[in-house]
């Protein structure tokens, strides 16, 4: 049903040239989406929760803003939730482990496949500069939303989805539908 | 109902750190075989020309849809100790319409952000940056939409429950739609690589 | 037949057969949730009740309030209007036809009592039956509340051993600790005699509540 032996070829391909995007190399999204269904399912099972990611954003930025200034962090409900009482360190937390897992697995798969390169993606049309000043705007909008919707599309969208959550799911269809909205508008950082 | 696990104490909060490392480590490698570590790649949802993003999710969220469902019937899996978050449904909605923003524009999700950074993606750790900078913006503004975050809030609230069907007719709805949804995004993919190939030919 | 063409569909299709086929059955199935519909380990049943492991003794319980242990919940699970009246400090009051639906999670440690201890039976045996891990019921009800911890007698004889003595103290000052006090005289005028205390006493006692090590999970 899948060859393994794709899993281990190792592909020089640079998937960033200008032009074609070759998915030819990457796995079955069907199995893959299987599988990850399986992983998440695991989680389930095992520690009777879901995954999740901008967590973890979440808590470095609090502890950052709190080195930097603690005086800002008190009384700031959002901070010291993410900041726990003081007991324990608040890096040291399931999502951080989750993350730090999630890191290494994908630089093992693409290491794997020899994917691994230092590289700026973008479409043909676009400079370097342009796309990295996008790409920070575009980050900050996620961590905004991210915090306004209480997650991520790990975290609110699979396991959110997977429980049938309506906030998870409204979540997702607003993720598409403001994607959609505006890739019309960026299409030229992209194609 | 033995499971989950941790929640009837078969193991401590360090295994459980472990734990998460190793589902981590499938996640993350998953992610990357299936082209998520590439903003190119995530972007082309958004264009129609590579559909793996909603392949990917909406295949997950079935499998362990159903998962959680045939589990839980067979007395295995108590549902009822699995964290279910609670449902704000106007800052969720707002929340997903400007992350789905941030993702067209800058190429990733937090979680695929974190696998594209480790296979090297400079944007992708400029995009991460910009996560920190839009947290950051959140937090410090946080105490004047305090009130909006916490509005519209339904708890926990299901499918099932707020539609008033069952849940066994929600599952299979939504697969049939996963199905369909499936059919069609194969279908568009091959309408516009027809129309690619279509403008390669003419230039 | 149908499994040689199964096996020639590519394997997508073969998936997405399979999932149809499980939303079908899942139509049928009923609600995974329901507490209601359940298979009662008889086996187990049996075994846990033939042992005593499943009592707390009212003198132990009285013990962990005033330790302020809060590892368990104490579940009153008479009618509403006898909790009211008298409820033993630190207990919560789930009649007993509300205990399925109510938020009694099942990797709880829970404590029922009640009256004496046929509701609190047939409570244990509920929420055994529902795969409830953890479920004890206090030794005697509120009866045995009342005779041990509230009103103990006094078993002054003429020369009391120091261990003796010990018991006689700390008796008495737990039963001051709920509002009650030591008894002298025979059992019968006692228990008749004096009344119950009021509610005043269980709000004295300040429990810290088990929530406090709240753990993020979500994402």
């Known amino acids: 049903m899948f060859k393994f032996k794709d899993w281990f070829h190792h592909h020089h391909h640079d998937n960033v040239q200008e032009g074609e995007i070759t998915p030819i190399h990457y796995?079955?999204?069907?199995?893959?989406?299987?599988?990850?269904?399986?992983?998440?399912?695991?989680?389930?099972?095992?520690?009777?929760?879901?995954?999740?990611?901008?967590?973890?954003?979440?808590?470095?930025?609090?502890?950052?803003?709190?080195?930097?200034?603690?005086?800002?962090?008190?009384?700031?409900?959002?901070?010291?939730?993410?900041?726990?009482?003081?007991?324990?360190?608040?890096?040291?937390?399931?999502?951080?482990?989750?993350?730090?897992?999630?890191?290494?697995?994908?630089?093992?798969?693409?290491?794997?496949?020899?994917?691994?390169?230092?590289?700026?993606?973008?479409?043909?049309?676009?400079?370097?500069?342009?796309?990295?000043?996008?790409?920070?705007?575009?980050?900050?909008?996620?961590?905004?939303?991210?915090?306004?919707?209480?997650?991520?599309?790990?975290?609110?969208?699979?396991?959110?989805?997977?429980?049938?959550?309506?906030?998870?799911?409204?979540?997702?269809?607003?993720?598409?539908?403001?994607?959609?909205?505006?890739?019309?508008?960026?299409?030229?950082?992209?194609? | 109902m033995i499971a989950p696990f941790y929640k009837f104490g078969y193991f401590n909060d360090e295994v459980s750190l472990i734990v998460a490392f190793v589902l981590g480590l499938a996640f993350g490698f998953l992610f990357e075989r299936g082209g998520f570590g590439s903003g190119r790649m995530l972007a082309a949802q958004f264009y129609f020309t590579d559909m793996r993003v909603f392949k990917v999710m909406f295949t997950a969220i079935t499998t362990a849809m159903i998962g959680l469902f045939y589990l839980s019937w067979m007395g295995f899996l108590d549902l009822s100790l699995v964290y279910f978050g609670e449902t704000y449904l106007l800052p969720q909605v707002v929340g997903g319409l400007i992350l789905g923003i941030g993702f067209v524009i800058g190429g990733y999700c937090p979680g695929t952000s974190s696998v594209a950074i480790s296979t090297g993606k400079i944007d992708a750790m400029v995009y991460a940056l910009g996560g920190l900078f839009g947290i950051f913006g959140f937090g410090e503004i946080f105490p004047w939409i305090e009130d909006f975050f916490n509005s519209t809030h339904m708890g926990k609230i299901n499918l099932p429950e707020f539609l008033g069907i069952d849940y066994g007719i929600v599952l299979f709805v939504v697969i049939l739609m996963a199905i369909a949804g499936f059919t069609g995004a194969d279908w568009g993919e091959k309408l516009m690589a027809k129309k690619k190939a279509a403008q390669v030919k003419e230039s | 037949m149908f499994l040689k063409k199964f096996a020639e569909l590519p394997p997508r299709k073969r998936i997405g057969l399979v999932a149809i086929l499980l939303g079908v059955i899942a139509v049928f199935a009923g609600d995974p949730t329901s507490k209601a519909r359940t298979t009662i380990d008889a086996k187990e049943i049996a075994l846990l009740?033939?042992?005593?492991?499943?009592?707390?003794?009212?003198?132990?319980?009285?013990?962990?309030?005033?330790?302020?242990?809060?590892?368990?919940?104490?579940?009153?699970?008479?009618?509403?209007?006898?909790?009211?009246?008298?409820?033993?400090?630190?207990?919560?009051?789930?009649?007993?036809?509300?205990?399925?639906?109510?938020?009694?999670?099942?990797?709880?440690?829970?404590?029922?009592?009640?009256?004496?201890?046929?509701?609190?039976?047939?409570?244990?045996?509920?929420?055994?039956?529902?795969?409830?891990?953890?479920?004890?019921?206090?030794k005697g009800g509120v009866e045995s509340w009342k005779k041990e911890v509230l009103f103990p007698q006094c078993t002054c004889g003429v020369n009391p051993s120091v261990e003796q003595k010990h018991n006689h103290n700390k008796l008495a000052e737990v039963s001051k600790f709920f509002g009650g006090g030591m008894q002298s005289g025979s059992v019968e005028a006692t228990t008749t005699q004096m009344k119950m205390p009021t509610l005043k006493a269980p709000s004295k006692i300040k429990l810290k509540k088990a929530g406090g090590k709240k753990k993020r999970e979500g994402c």
Do not use: H
Not at chain 1, 135 to 161: D, E, I, N, P, W
């Open chain 1, 27 to 191: 796995t079955n999204p069907y199995l893959i989406g299987l599988l990850l269904g399986f992983v998440l399912l695991a989680t389930f099972v095992i520690m009777g929760r879901g995954m999740g990611a901008s967590g973890v954003l979440s808590t470095v930025a609090a502890v950052a803003v709190e080195k930097i200034s603690p005086a800002s962090v008190e009384g700031n409900n959002f901070y010291m939730g993410y900041l726990g009482d003081g007991e324990s360190n608040p890096l040291k937390n399931w999502l951080m482990f989750e993350v730090i897992g999630i890191v290494i697995g994908g630089f093992i798969s693409g290491a794997i496949a020899g994917r691994n390169k230092f590289v700026i993606e973008k479409g043909p049309r676009f400079t370097n500069k342009k796309r990295l000043l996008f790409a920070f705007v575009g980050g900050s909008f996620m961590g905004f939303g991210a915090k306004l919707a209480r997650g991520c599309t790990s975290g609110q969208g699979l396991t959110g989805g997977s429980l049938l959550s309506v906030g998870g799911w409204a979540f997702m269809m607003a993720v598409f539908a403001g994607a959609y909205a505006f890739a019309y508008l960026v299409r030229r950082q992209w194609t």
């Open chain 3, 49 to 138: 009740s033939d042992k005593d492991i499943a009592e707390v003794n009212a003198v132990d319980l009285a013990d962990w309030i005033i330790k302020g242990k809060y590892d368990y919940r104490l579940v009153d699970v008479r009618k509403k209007n006898k909790f009211e009246k008298y409820n033993i400090p630190s207990s919560e009051n789930v009649p007993i036809t509300q205990l399925l639906s109510s938020d009694l999670l099942r990797n709880e440690k829970i404590i029922l009592y009640g009256e004496s201890e046929r509701t609190a039976s047939q409570a244990w045996f509920l929420l055994k039956s529902a795969k409830y891990k953890s479920v004890s019921m206090l």
